[in-house]
């Protein structure tokens, strides 16, 4: 049997050194604008991040699909026949039924090629969060951890995650039916902004309300530091919807408290931009 290859689907956003190193590969995933199919491969062969954000300004009409049992069969068996094992990172199963459409089509495969599998990860998180996942699952790779080892340890480690999201964007949270059409109109009003956590359950919940953007930041900083401590050198990924000004003041507010700390900045993958729209920022963290 060869050697198992490591996977994860473009809605967590990891370091791409790691993808250009080929430590681990990216799954393309489809989502649709103005009745437009595009596709986001993370590479300068999809839809370019920041162009999605420009249709995200212009309230254009968008929506994210899912990776079918088909899809999930189409791309993984010619690795299995080959005679590779995949251990994949797919988006929480509380924001998407990728993760079930992955599981029905392992079960297939692995039937028909006994000698390799295909084992799915619900990461019950997204975007950042999954690409400190994914760091973990080439680190335990590269410490010679087999696939089963590499499962078992993510399957506890990912319930170690935390993540608070900043979201400026009300009309995006309804329309993914995160909010009622009644909080995002008076919260548009009075300039209230809802703040989202990650539940263990891989869901999205709203944990705080802010009026602004100075004081959600602060708070954000505190639901940081009640979850974790200013010894924590865990990488902290900061993910956000085209706004690197935004992303490096967070980013100095994290620093302020936890000085040593490592902090990767990325763009927000489009499949969590759609939801989150405009001005999102979300911080993704290792907790005690």
Not at 46 to 65: C, E, H, L
Not at 102 to 125: C, G, H, M, Q, W
Not at 249 to 264: Q, T, W
Not at 265 to 274: A, C, D, E, F, T
Request: charged share 25%.
């Amino acid at each position: 049997m060869k050697d198992y290859l490591l996977f994860m689907d473009v809605s967590g956003d990891v370091d791409r050194s790691y993808v250009e190193s080929g430590k681990i590969k990216l799954i393309p995933m489809e989502f649709v604008i103005n009745g437009e199919v595009f596709v986001y491969t993370d590479d300068s062969d999809g839809m370019d991040p920041v162009k999605f954000y420009d249709f995200v300004k212009q309230k254009a009409p968008m929506s994210t699909t899912q990776l079918s049992p088909s899809k999930w069969e189409e791309y993984f068996e010619p690795y299995l026949k080959e005679g590779y094992s995949v251990l994949c990172l797919c988006l929480s199963s509380g924001l998407s039924n990728s993760y079930n459409s992955a599981v029905t089509a392992a079960k297939e495969l692995n039937e028909k090629y006994p000698e390799a599998r295909f084992v799915p990860v619900d990461s019950i998180r997204a975007t950042g969060i999954t690409g400190l996942i994914a760091e973990r699952m080439i680190e335990n790779k590269d410490k010679g951890l087999s696939l089963d080892e590499n499962f078992a340890d993510i399957e506890q480690f990912k319930h170690k995650t935390y993540a608070c999201a900043y979201v400026d964007d009300l009309e995006s949270l309804k329309r993914g039916g995160r909010i009622s059409k009644t909080v995002a109109f008076f919260g548009g009003l009075l300039d209230i902004k809802p703040l989202i956590q990650f539940n263990p359950d891989g869901t999205l919940s709203v944990w705080g309300k802010q009026r602004g953007y100075k004081k959600s930041i602060a708070n954000m900083i505190e639901y940081y530091l009640g979850k974790t401590d200013a010894e924590n050198l865990h990488t902290v990924y900061i993910t956000h919807a085209n706004d690197i000004n935004y992303a490096n003041e967070l980013a100095e507010k994290v620093r302020s408290v936890n000085p040593n700390v490592n902090i990767k900045i990325r763009l927000l993958s489009p499949i969590i931009g759609v939801h989150l729209g405009t001005s999102a920022m979300v911080l993704g963290f290792v907790g005690k």
